[in-house]
Nanobody, 118 residues
Framework: QVQLVESGGGLVQAGGSLRLSCAAS????????MGWFRQAPGKERELVAD????????YYRDSVKGRFIISRDNAKNMMYLQMNSLKPEDTAVYYC???????????WGQGTQVTVSS
């Protein structure tokens, strides 16, 4: 089992940048594929980006490609989401999640609010 805590959210103007961090507990962080999700008010939660256990493979949804970068540091039990050129439509609560053995995202953080003003 793994526990996740996000940080780094806040209020930023359009065009600005934020870096989200996800701190994981436990000694087995490197055995989990990880992802960043977001949920805006009135909308369903969506996968923003994910990263393989080694960090060698990443995925981004089309709307963030070229602007966001997902990374992880297994030695520090940390995952990051560098968000550049932020847009008002990026406003949401962002969650980090770990993929269990079933292949489903089974472990979730509490979320961190990102607000982008126009």
């Amino acid at each position: 089992q793994v526990q996740l805590v996000e940080s780094g959210g806040g209020l930023v103007q359009a065009g600005g940048s934020l870096r989200l961090s996800c701190a994981a507990s436990g000694r087995t962080f490197s055995t989990y594929a990880m992802g960043w999700f977001r949920q805006a008010p009135g909308k369903e939660r969506e996968l923003v980006a994910d990263i393989s256990r080694s960090g060698g493979r990443t995925y981004y949804r089309d709307s963030v490609k070229g602007r966001f970068i997902i990374s992880r540091d297994n030695a520090k039990n940390m995952m990051y989401l560098q968000m550049n050129s932020l847009k008002p439509e990026d406003t949401a609560v962002y969650y980090c999640a770990a993929q269990g053995q079933s292949g489903r995202y089974s472990y979730w953080g509490q979320g961190t609010q990102v607000t982008v003003s126009s």
